[in-house]
Structure formats: structure tokens, C-alpha cells
């Protein structure tokens, strides 16, 4: 327990019933387990309100330790950035004016929205230490979306995109953040003396599963591929689609479920002609939104593990895979080879390189020993991520911080 209240600015939304709060996204999940580290965790956020929870991630949060205050919930970026912002502006303004006094460090999540800007200005202009934090690429995956859009909204992606990049590098220049992976911090240490690294992870120790590994053994007729990503052009996964079809030609009985929300419906109707164009419509599936809990079982059935993006931090997804004893397949960006070592506990490939995965694919289809060998090593590193150990480390980092002073 660190001796300290910590107030935490978040750009993902919460959603609430009245009696319990949920989430659609799974980041925030990570940062639940921060509230047993400190005296007290005021969490600012945006708050969506809906009656039913179904199919959301219901959050156990301890109220004698952590206090909610919701801020207008944007449904779009005209909302956050043009039609609400006079709202969400004047609701920190107030939130600030009643309570900055009972913080003593402000942790907000980076993200070129209203709420995380104004936080910042409204620190620095109470003098409250600010810890900032940020876990991918400001700026690429709006880079990347733009392709899917009109010519207005591309234009409109790349600028808030490089504004994003912008805004990120004055930040950091002048306060203590901490990134995630080694691609971020190296990118950034030069100009910040007070850069610190972490992984994000949601695994606990005891959700880790060695007996999957002999389970596995079995023989399958299938060989299941599984990507739990959000829906969104920066997971480029249309070169996995393009990967399953490939091996399909070579004779792998390969079947893909891909798990996760639809975030951006024109690029999901790109992803879904494509399979039809291929004649994939009964090998690959979207599943959707699933919970935690039920997610777990995707991974129990799964023989392979795959994400094709072209930008990540370091995510989630792959401890949660290893320690399901998973071999991993995955593209060499961001934190990802930090985390996942060539050859041992999976196979890397380019970004955008469907050969790359096909033949990483095959290989691990056909090769049961290379398989199990790698599911062996998954095991093993997934203790490595392990909330207990990463969230240690952040509170941790917050405490040394703070202590180094006001910044």
C-alpha cells in the first residue's frame, strides 16, 4: 500500500446501470488492480449511461477506495472535439475547483481528446505532479484508418493524427511518463530524463494454465486460429485473412475466429467482402464482444495465436494468450519482440506480409513438436506479465516519482 491519493484521467469510456459500471473495451481492465495500491483512486472518465450490461465487462470496484466522477460522454469525435468540449471543459473545471486538493498526483492516460488536454493545463496551473502515461503510437493508428474513409474524413484523420503526435511530444518533454514497450521508450528518451517502462497486462498468476499444453496434444481435425483485437484498420487484418486462404491452398484445415468489438464499420465491410471474394464465409467468424470470462474460452480452444497489426503497444492480448499456452505468431512493431522472443515462444513476421504469416501458419500447423515446444515457452514467459508483477511496477514508479517532487 503506497501512502497516497491518486486521481487517474481516462479516455475510455465507462458505462453504468446506476448500480454497477462495465466497460465495452477491455483497456481499462488493466488499471482496475491500481485502486489496492493507494489510499484512495479518483477516477475521471467519460460516462456512458445504458440500462442493460449484457455482454459488457462489469467492474469490481472497491467503493471505500475509489470514487467516479463522470464527465459528458461524447458518442463520436465532432461531440469530443466541437460540440460537447465547452461541456467536458467546464465539468473538469469544477471537478478541479472542488477537489484538486485531496490529490496528490494526477495519472492521466494520453489520448488528443478534451478531457486529457484540459486535466493537463488544470494540473500544471494548480501545481499537482502529473504522471503521464501513453500505451501505443499517438497518431499512427488514425494515420491508418484514414485510408478507410471519405476524402473529408482522411483529411480530417491525418490532421488530428499529426496533432496528436505534436501534442504527445510537447507532453512529454516536460513531465514524467511512462510508455509501454521498448519501440515507445526508445523513441522518447532523449527527450525526457524521467521516461519509464512498463507492460500492460491483465493475467493473474493463478489464471495461468500448464495442462492446456497436454490437452492439446490431442489430435484435431481443425487447426483453430484465434486474433482478439478490436475491429479497426490499424489490426490490418486483412493480411491474416489473406494468410488463412493461403494455407487452405496448401491443404491446413485452418479455421479463424476473430473476437472483439466493431469499431469502425466501413473497414468491417471491407474485411467482410474480402472473405466473400476468398469463399471464406464458413472458415472465418467474428464473434464480437465478448467478457473476460468468457473470452478465456476462446483461448482454451484455440491452437494458434495471431496479431497481424501494424502498430501496437504492448498488448494485452499476447500474455493473456501465453498463459493459455499459446504459441504466438504476431508482427515485429512496438513492444511485441519485448515480449515475444523469435523462435521460442512464437514466430515473427513483417507488418502487411501475408507470406510471412502463411508460412508461420503452416509451419506451426505441421509441426506439432515446434508447436508444443512453443506452448512451453509461452507458460513460462507469461509469468513475466503478470498483473501482480506489472502493477507493482507502475505504483511503484507513481511512488518514486512523486517523491522526486511537484514537476
Not at 5 to 29: D, E, R, W
Not at 134 to 148: F, K, N, Q, W
Not at 189 to 202: A, E, G, H, Q, V
Not at 353 to 363: E, H, I, M, N, S
Request: hydrophobic content about 45%; aromatic content about 10%.
Amino acid at each position: 500500500m503506497i501512502t497516497m491519493k491518486l486521481a487517474m484521467i481516462c479516455p475510455s469510456p465507462l458505462i453504468s446501470n446506476g448500480k454497477q459500471y462495465a466497460v465495452a473495451s477491455h483497456s481499462l481492465l488493466w488499471f482496475i488492480p491500481v485502486q489496492y495500491y493507494f489510499d484512495r483512486l479518483d477516477l475521471i472518465i467519460f460516462l456512458k449511461k445504458m440500462c442493460n450490461l449484457k455482454g459488457l465487462e462489469v467492474l469490481n470496484i472497491d467503493a471505500s477506495r475509489v470514487r467516479i466522477f463522470g464527465i459528458p460522454f461524447p458518442r463520436n469525435a465532432w461531440e469530443e472535439h466541437i460540440f460537447k468540449a465547452p461541456l467536458i471543459m467546464w465539468a473538469l473545471i469544477r471537478l478541479f475547483q472542488k477537489h484538486w486538493r485531496d490529490w496528490d498526483a494526477i495519472f492521466i492516460w494520453y489520448s488528443p481528446n478534451v478531457a486529457c488536454l484540459w486535466s493537463y493545463i488544470l494540473a500544471r496551473a494548480l501545481d499537482i505532479p502529473v504522471v503521464l502515461f501513453c500505451g501505443v503510437d499517438p497518431g499512427t493508428a488514425l494515420m491508418i484508418e484514414s485510408r478507410y474513409k471519405s476524402i473529408f474524413k482522411r483529411i480530417l484523420c491525418k490532421a488530428l493524427a499529426l496533432y496528436s503526435k505534436k501534442i504527445f511530444s510537447l507532453m512529454v518533454t516536460h513531465i514524467p511518463t511512462i510508455v509501454t514497450g521498448e519501440d515507445l521508450f526508445n523513441r522518447y528518451k532523449n527527450k525526457n530524463p524521467n521516461l519509464y517502462k512498463i507492460f500492460s497486462t491483465r493475467v493473474r498468476i493463478g489464471e495461468i494454465e500448464k495442462e492446456l499444453i497436454q490437452q492439446r496434444r490431442h489430435l484435431r481435425h481443425n487447426f483453430n486460429i484465434l486474433t482478439v483485437t478490436r475491429i479497426v484498420p490499424v489490426k490490418t487484418l486483412e493480411y491474416l485473412i489473406d494468410a488463412v486462404a493461403e494455407i487452405r491452398n496448401l491443404k491446413v484445415n485452418a479455421l479463424l475466429k476473430i473476437v472483439g468489438p466493431l469499431e469502425d464499420i466501413d473497414y468491417f465491410f471491407f474485411l467482410q467482402n474480402k472473405i466473400k471474394k476468398l469463399n471464406l464465409e464458413r472458415v472465418i467468424q467474428f464473434v464480437g464482444a465478448v467478457s473476460y470470462k468468457d473470452l478465456i474460452k476462446f483461448y482454451r480452444e484455440a491452437d494458434v495465436f495471431v496479431l497481424p497489426s501494424v502498430s501496437e503497444g504492448t498488448p494485452k492480448v499476447i500474455p493473456e494468450a501465453m498463459a493459455k499456452a499459446l504459441p504466438i505468431v504476431a508482427t515485429r512493431v512496438g513492444g511485441i519482440p519485448e515480449m515475444v522472443t523469435n523462435g521460442r515462444e512464437g514466430i515473427l513476421v513483417n507488418p502487411k506480409d501475408t507470406a510471412g504469416l502463411a508460412r508461420a501458419l503452416q509451419r506451426l500447423a505441421q509441426d506439432k513438436e515446434l508447436k508444443r515446444k512453443m506452448s512451453q515457452a509461452s507458460i513460462k514467459k507469461s509469468y513475466q506479465f503478470t498483473v501482480e508483477v506489472q502493477i507493482q511496477k507502475l505504483a511503484n514508479i507513481i511512488k518514486t516519482i512523486h517523491q522526486g517532487g511537484k514537476n
